[in-house]
């Protein structure tokens, strides 16, 4: 009997296996088609038979017995999807796919919202970078917040071979001429005439979803730039009412509650801009608005005061007709005029017609604040607010998501310690042991700075699977800087101390407005087309720089003082020689003459014992050595217009892989207006005595020629240095994204792009240029056609659905370009007030042609995990490289195209959970990167013949401009979500940086490694408020930029900034 069960029993395990099917399929986004990594399905009769989407998308549910069923498929932030009379066949495979949208919850009051997939978090942004055709590494708002960056310029040097100059980017060892910056990818402007990139500090992290960093280039994407295309994506609308604010505050232990160097303020600089304050008196705006002094001769006196006829009765007629070569002298025309009965006379005639015609000048000079003389001020805390409310509703039946959001930010840095030298090699390298000290200043400075931006954007779905979007995004960052160096200055006269004082405002503002489309049509090849259209203003306005340069020479002088100790040398005028002579001499003593002591004493007050040498400082401004005080404004207003068309059509094949054609256009039209205004004083015999209040006080600035010590104002501005400028892009480009089989996809496509170009000075409206004088004004890219191909292939070398683990090799080469910048190309030689040095540019200049080969292993050992190794490889063809101009008296800049450059390097990345270590380990994170790069350029023939004159072996080649040997980044996080905590320690640092090229001989600048390390801890009570604490540059390395020459390092300037500590709360309701 127990064998006929034990039979029976296998009899019917073998019909129910003979009597099972397959369910499969694949989930993807109704909208984008896009797959959904980890969606779960399941049989909704029995939710254990089920199964999740791989990294395909694809699922498979095994061993499902015949008959009929219903099936559900689910995911995080989409509508949940069910299919019914899913029929499953004996030995069959039943195929079911699904096409989620997004989830549709209605909340209080009847409102209807969408949910969707939260870009701020890795897992979206991990999911982008595997389906990439192209190489894109990215930081998410989440991965932000756990450095504590508070600016894009600060989060972006955390990623795999970015390094930062200042608030520049560079990319690969690649400087800013290289990167290209978009905003939801829209080309925005640069605001610096002399940079080819926007600084990055100036968007806030709060308003990021994330940064996308493609390094890859593509052919649907714009074709100049090869470090880097960094796509700022702002922040997009809730799923529901969403309001949130924070506040922090800060305290940094160099500059908080200590006395800053600072200047007046405006009463709108809290708000990051000037209200009007700095500028220059509205009688001044036209170039020919400041007179020459007048000083006037007898002629124009006595014809001013009504004499004409009797001058012309006597035969004169002009100003060279009083003189001893003229028809009379002055003392024989007073003899025959009525009312003058000497030349005192007429000297007072003259005085009076002067006091008229230079009273505008002393007017136009007496308007200027005086305001020279950097102050001190208490330095508050560095201070945060952050406000953003969003929601998601219907109207008209249709979905209308909307967020608006503001930021307003305050921060004081200061040192008082630091320290700026100038070197140079004066011989043969071979001859001369150390560099030639030039200037070596002690250095004080005092930055303020205040910036506000606003985000709004509102989307709107017309029908279903039809979207448009707005975006408004407005940022003014407003910079007060104060400094003040004080030292020695042997290359004007070893004899000679130097000061110098410099205040600077700078403000920035940007504003772009942005209208996107998407739409899905499902019954036209369901294609996709998306369209975008932006406007975006950048302005940087410099009001008023000043710069006060003066020399001392500290000496001695005889001093005299009473028995009470009080100086009274002054008066004693005539005699303190006379008695410091006696006293040198011994011929009066306390000893040898009584009585001559006593009477010193009695009838003068003198304490002969008491007379001394003391310190005497004398003060001078040398315009032979230095510029005269000048102030100096510069407006720079750019205008971007850009708009993109792009089409997507998928193509079906037997395989059913995803393959797909695009196709698109694309225009951008950049146009500049750029003014600079350059005001001189000039001193007419006043003396300076080490105040600058006292020099500038308006008693000083009344012209009276006949007295030789006044100041006035001199217009130094050069109409060729305002220029305007233009240039038009238009593109097209197809391409194909194709999967060969389930291992092996390619993407190949073309772009074509037109570019024109036009910079003009304004000198040419002010004066007739003939044919061979107008080139030297403009500079020109006339009807440029580029053909930029890309191919990038990915081959699928390991996948375990199971594990969400997938491995991946890419390989790609692309030909890109980058185009010289407006003052580059513009062929005119000016005076940078900022940098102080001649610049000169070069209207030969050529666009470079990039070739970049890109070569990617990447693993992803879970969903938000990856491990990754890249190497490549980018040739120049004529790039453009900043170089000296060898013939000019002094140090003169300009920029060239030489015949090759390249870069080449590794980069390794990780980021990985510590959880194989055991469960107590899953909240640890580790990340960090490692990036090794070698870069080239040729030093042009000129250029080296001149190195070489001093320095003998100098190699024929330089590293490229800004470029880091290395670059470490370094995270350890931990996040346990239970706790509601988040805290992580990150570390950053580049190697030497080239950041200055001198001229001849003297070894160039470098900036020298230095590491960063930073602490950020946030813990989260309830639902609604969050505590952080962060501690940033807590090593407070120096930031040193040396000169190195026979083993020994020269600083071209050294500083520290100080250790940042903040603390903040968040509220969301």
Excluded: C
């Excluded at 590794?906 to 194989?916: N, R, T, V």
């Excluded at 903040?1062 to 969301?1068: G, P």
């Amino acid at each position: 009997m127990k064998k006929l069960s034990v039979l029976a029993l296998m009899l019917f395990l073998a019909f129910t296996a003979f009597s099972q099917g397959t369910i499969t399929g694949k989930i993807t986004e109704s909208v984008t088609g896009e797959t959904l990594i980890g969606a779960n399905v399941y049989i909704t009769q029995n939710p254990s038979m089920g199964g999740n989407a791989d990294l395909d998308g694809n699922y498979t549910i095994k061993n499902v017995p015949a008959g009929t069923y219903t099936v559900t498929a689910s995911f995080i932030s989409y509508d949940s999807k069910v299919i019914e009379n899913v029929v499953v066949t004996d030995g069959q495979t039943t195929i079911v796919d699904f096409a989620l949208g997004e989830d549709i919850q209605v909340i209080d009051g009847g409102a209807v919202v969408e949910v969707r997939q939260n870009k701020r978090e890795d897992l979206y942004m991990m999911k982008e970078r595997s389906k990439d055709a192209a190489p894109i590494d990215f930081r998410s708002a989440k991965d932000i917040q756990k450095s504590g960056d508070k600016d894009v310029g600060n989060a972006l040097k955390r990623v795999t071979g970015v390094s930062t100059v200042g608030n520049y980017v560079f990319v690969r060892g690649l400087s800013d001429r290289y990167i290209k910056t978009t905003l939801n990818g829209h080309t925005v402007p640069t605001l610096d005439p002399r940079r080819n990139s926007i600084q990055m500090d100036i968007f806030p992290t709060g308003s990021v979803d994330n940064l996308v960093i493609r390094k890859g280039y593509t052919a649907n994407l714009p074709g100049d730039w090869a470090g880097a295309y960094i796509d700022i994506r702002t922040r997009d609308f809730p799923d529901s009412l969403d309001v949130r604010y924070s506040v922090s505050l800060g305290y940094n232990d160099n500059a908080t509650f200590n006395d800053v160097l600072t200047s007046e303020t405006s009463s709108t600089d809290w708000l990051g801009y000037d209200n009007g304050y700095r500028d220059f008196s509205s009688d001044l705006e036209s170039v020919d608005a400041v007179p020459q002094v007048y000083v006037g001769s007898y002629y124009e006196a006595l014809v001013w005061a009504g004499y004409q006829q009797q001058l012309n009765d006597l035969g004169i007629y002009e100003t060279s007709d009083i003189g001893s070569n003229g028809t009379m002298t002055i003392y024989q025309l007073v003899n025959q005029l009525d009312d003058f009965n000497s030349v005192e006379d007429v000297n007072v005639v003259l005085r009076e017609l002067r006091a008229e015609k230079n009273g505008e000048l002393s007017g136009q000079t007496q308007s200027f604040g005086n305001t020279w003389d950097p102050k001190r001020k208490r330095a508050n805390m560095n201070m945060s607010h952050t406000l953003s409310i969003g929601n998601s509703t219907k109207l008209f039946g249709r979905r209308l998501g909307f967020n608006i959001g503001g930021q307003w930010n305050q921060k004081t840095q200061s040192y008082n310690d630091g320290f700026a030298g100038r070197y140079t090699l004066t011989g043969k390298d071979t001859e001369i042991n150390q560099l030639n000290l030039e200037r070596a200043l002690t250095d004080q400075m005092g930055t303020t700075q205040n910036n506000w931006s606003v985000l709004g954007n509102l989307s709107y779905r017309l029908a279903d699977n039809h979207n448009v979007k707005f975006v408004w995004m407005s940022t003014s960052i407003g910079t007060n800087e104060a400094r003040y160096q004080n030292g020695s200055n042997p290359s004007d006269d070893p004899t000679l101390m130097h000061e110098q004082r410099m205040v600077r405002y700078t403000e920035r503002q940007l504003n772009t407005f942005q209208l996107n489309g998407e739409h899905f049509f499902e019954n036209f090849m369901r294609s996709k087309v998306r369209w975008g259209g932006a406007y975006t203003k950048g302005k940087e306005d410099t009001p008023d720089f000043r710069l006060f340069t003066n020399s001392y020479q500290a000496g001695t002088r005889p001093a005299i003082f009473d028995p009470s100790g009080n100086e009274i040398t002054d008066q004693m005028d005539g005699y303190q020689d006379f008695l410091e002579y006696l006293v040198d001499e011994g011929e009066i003593s306390s000893t040898n003459d009584p009585a001559a002591i006593a009477f010193l004493e009695d009838e003068y007050g003198v304490d002969i014992d008491s007379i001394t040498e003391v310190a005497d400082t004398s003060y001078s401004i040398m315009d032979n050595l230095y510029p005269s005080p000048t102030r100096f404004y510069r407006t720079m207003n750019d205008e971007v217009w850009n708009f993109t068309v792009d089409m997507e059509i998928p193509i079906h094949t037997k395989s059913n892989l995803p393959n797909k054609i695009q196709f698109g256009a694309a225009r951008t039209s950049t146009s500049r207006d750029y003014n600079e205004r350059r005001f001189t004083f000039v001193s007419d015999g006043v003396d300076y005595n080490g105040n600058p209040t006292d020099y500038f006080d308006p008693s000083n600035m009344i012209i009276a020629p006949d007295s030789t010590n006044y100041i006035y104002l001199r217009d130094d501005s050069d109409v060729q240095n305002s220029y305007t400028a233009s240039m038009d892009v238009n593109a097209a480009y197809a391409l194909v994204d194709w999967n060969v089989n389930n291992r092996l996809r390619v993407n190949v496509g073309a772009r074509v792009e037109h570019t024109n170009m036009l910079t003009e000075s304004d000198i040419i409206l002010q004066e007739d240029l003939d044919e061979t004088q107008l080139p030297n004004f403009v500079g020109k890219l006339d009807n440029v056609v580029n053909l930029l191909p890309s191919v990038m292939g990915t081959y699928q070398l390991y996948k375990n659905d199971e594990k969400f683990q997938i491995m991946n090799l890419r390989v790609g080469y692309s030909r890109t370009v980058a185009r010289p910048s407006f003052r580059e190309k513009s062929p005119y030689s000016a005076y940078d007030f900022a940098t102080q040095e001649q610049v000169t540019g070069n209207p030969d200049l050529q666009m470079t042609t990039i070739d970049n080969v890109d070569l990617r292993l990447e693993f992803f050992p879970y969903i938000g995990e990856v491990i990754s190794l890249s190497a490549f490889y980018k040739g120049f063809t004529n790039p453009i490289e900043q170089q000296i101009i060898s013939t000019a008296a002094n140090t003169e800049i300009t920029w060239q195209n030489v015949s090759k450059a390249q870069a080449l390097g590794l980069e390794f990345e990780i980021k990985k959970s510590l959880g194989m270590l055991g469960q107590w380990a899953q909240p640890l994170q580790i990340g960090g990167n490692v990036t090794l790069i070698k870069s080239q350029t040729i030093v042009s023939d000129q250029e080296l013949a001149l190195i070489r004159s001093t320095d003998t072996d100098h190699p024929d080649t330089r590293p490229m401009y800004g470029q880091s040997p290395y670059i470490i980044n370094a995270m350890l996080s931990y996040e346990p979500e239970k706790l509601g905590l988040m805290t992580a320690l990150s570390y950053n640092i580049q190697g030497p940086q080239l950041v200055l090229v001198t001229k001849g001989g003297t070894p160039d600048v470098y900036q020298t490694p230095r590491g960063s390390l930073d602490f950020t801890l946030s813990k989260s009570f309830g639902k609604h408020f969050n505590v952080g604490v962060k501690a940033n540059n807590l090593l407070d390395q120096a930031y040193q930029k040396v000169y190195q020459y026979n083993g020994q390092d020269y600083f071209w300037s050294n500083y520290k900034l100080g250790r940042t500590y903040s603390l903040s709360l968040s509220v969301q309701l």
